[in-house]
């Protein structure tokens, strides 16, 4: 195996894992974006659980076909 076909391995194989590594770095922001959405929502879900709104299933109202 000559220098110049080597080159043209050690190329397409750099260039393989440049297309893995930002495949895994898409995948990575799209998980940081899911992580920061969960986030917002467990706070706001604390929240209401602070404030009461959500009064425990002994002391809810039965609907009124009960």
Do not use: C, F, W
Not at 3 to 23: F, G, K, P, W
Not at 27 to 49: A, P, Y
């Amino acid at each position: 195996m000559d220098n110049e076909s080597r080159l043209i391995d050690i190329e397409m194989a750099v260039t393989n894992l440049q297309r893995m590594v930002d495949d895994l770095n898409d995948v990575v922001i799209q998980q940081g974006k899911t992580i920061d959405l969960l986030i917002k929502e467990h706070k706001i879900l604390v929240s209401m659980l602070n404030d009461e709104n959500v009064k425990p299933l002994s002391e809810e109202t039965p609907p009124p076909h009960y």
